[in-house]
Antibody, heavy 123, light 110 residues
């Protein structure tokens, strides 16, 4: 069964750091781009970051550029999101999602999603 | 604020047809494929339509997508109570060099 399982969410103070993980199973992880998408409470979906299957190309939303870093370990079938300098507006459910292509061009969309992990930034 | 604009809500009676519009620009919909996602209450999003009008395996053919210029549409025919959800369009944006979601549309079955 194709599955994504996020972990690492929690409560963190403004300015703090957190690392999210997403464990993949049931497919050839290195063959597909991966993304992080977040959803603030009561709000819509916001794409955060994407990474190619090899990890050689990364992309970020302007709202997180310079603060968040996406990476992957294909030997461990795991996707990561390192989040630094966290702000209240980063509070959201964070989903990892599998692209249908090797490069995150977006044309074929994200066909597998995790259940999400909640990040709360508050003092 | 999203660069893809959708109506906040649409409603229709069971067994009827609804359409959801998604308006963008030449840097996103006008030059890249559109995808649609369904998000049931409290659940993760689900890919509903990809590459403008293709259905993933297992998705009901009551759902259909289309695109013209810088706009796209999602149609749901034979509306059912289980279709009550939020729907999002999405596309790659060449100017932002990133993926963008629409503002989202809540579908209510009367």
């Amino acid at each position: 069964e194709v599955q994504l399982l996020e972990s690492g969410g929690g409560l963190v103070q403004p300015g703090g750091s957190l690392r999210l993980s997403c464990a993949a199973s049931g497919f050839t992880f290195s063959s597909y781009a991966m993304s992080w998408v977040r959803q603030a409470p009561g709000k819509g979906l916001e794409w955060v970051s994407a990474i190619s299957g090899s990890g050689g190309s990364t992309y970020y939303a302007d709202s997180v550029k310079g603060r968040f870093t996406i990476s992957r370990d294909n030997s461990k079938n795991t996707l990561y999101l390192q989040m630094n300098s966290l702000r209240a507006e980063d509070t959201a459910v964070y989903y990892c999602a599998k692209d249908q292509l090797f490069q995150p061009a977006g044309d074929y969309g994200m066909d597998v999603w995790g259940q999400g992990t909640t990040v709360t930034v508050s003092s | 604020q999203s660069v893809l604009t959708q109506p906040p809500s649409v409603s229709e009676a069971p067994r009827q047809r609804v359409t959801i519009s998604c308006s963008g620009s030449s840097s996103n919909i006008g030059n890249n494929a559109v995808n649609w996602y369904q998000q049931l209450p409290g659940k993760a999003p689900k890919l509903l339509i990809y590459y403008d009008d293709l259905l993933p395996s297992g998705v009901s053919d009551r759902f259909s997508g289309s695109k013209s210029g810088t706009s796209a549409s999602l149609a749901i025919s034979g509306l059912q109570s289980e279709d009550e959800a939020d729907y999002y369009c999405a596309a790659w944006d060449d100017s932002l060099n990133g993926y963008v979601f629409g503002t989202g549309t809540k579908v209510t079955v009367l």
